[in-house]
């Protein structure tokens, strides 16, 4: 028997779909993504963390160990969610949103000048105003901090934006 695997990114409600290009757009205003792997005892298990995007990549730190290293080296495909300015509308009974799903397989970043980069476009967006002095940890933090890169492999995105 045939077991096709199904469309992950056939969106049910497709005239809630937004563009590619807008779904990138959500990636870059939120403070957050919600990254979902496969624990190393087989189980889900999801953790949100500050990513930054460069391209088709998306670039988060680690600690060095931990459960989050180990499940991510021992099975590289992940997804991510990022939720968009999410609010209750009571008369409508439902809630107003914009959204993007990232699938993706990850690698870790094991060149220094590589992690350093990637740390450093993380500075650049979460701490913009700080100068290259007060994130000085950039040009040694890579000996002790996990830099990890998403190659996107599929991006989605929706909206609920009617109140009626």
Same mark, same amino acid.
């Given at each position: 028997?045939?077991?096709?695997?199904?469309?992950?990114?056939?969106?049910?409600?497709?005239?809630?779909?937004?563009?590619?290009?807008?779904?990138?757009?959500?990636?870059?205003?939120?403070?957050?993504?919600?990254?979902?792997?496969?624990?190393? &005892?087989?189980?889900?298990? *999801?953790?949100? @963390?500050?990513?930054? #995007?460069?391209?088709?990549? /998306?670039?988060?730190?680690?600690?060095?160990?931990?459960?989050?290293?180990?499940?991510?080296?021992?099975?590289?495909?992940?997804?991510?969610?990022?939720?968009?300015?999410?609010?209750?509308?009571?008369?409508?009974?439902?809630?107003?949103?914009?959204?993007?799903?990232?699938?993706?397989?990850?690698?870790?970043?094991?060149?220094? &000048?590589?992690?350093?980069? *990637?740390?450093? @476009?993380?500075?650049? #967006?979460?701490?913009?105003? /700080?100068?290259?002095?007060?994130?000085?940890?950039?040009?040694?933090?890579?000996?002790?901090?996990?830099?990890?890169?998403?190659?996107?492999?599929?991006?989605?995105?929706?909206?609920?934006?009617?109140?009626?």
């Amino acid at each position: 028997m045939d077991m096709a695997k199904p469309d992950m990114t056939k969106m049910r409600r497709a005239d809630r779909a937004i563009s590619r290009e807008d779904a990138l757009a959500v990636i870059d205003r939120c403070a957050y993504g919600t990254l979902s792997l496969i624990a190393t &005892d087989g189980t889900p298990y *999801a953790v949100a @963390l500050n990513v930054v #995007r460069d391209g088709k990549k /998306l670039f988060f730190h680690s600690a060095p160990e931990g459960l989050k290293v180990d499940s991510l080296r021992e099975n590289p495909q992940v997804c991510l969610l990022f939720v968009e300015n999410p609010t209750i509308y009571e008369k409508g009974l439902t809630t107003l949103y914009t959204s993007t799903v990232v699938r993706g397989k990850v690698t870790e970043i094991t060149d220094f &000048d590589e992690k350093r980069r *990637a740390l450093r @476009l993380l500075c650049d #967006r979460f701490v913009p105003s /700080l100068t290259k002095e007060e994130t000085g940890c950039v040009e040694t933090g890579p000996k002790s901090t996990g830099v990890w890169c998403i190659e996107i492999e599929s991006v989605t995105g929706k909206q609920n934006r009617r109140m009626g």
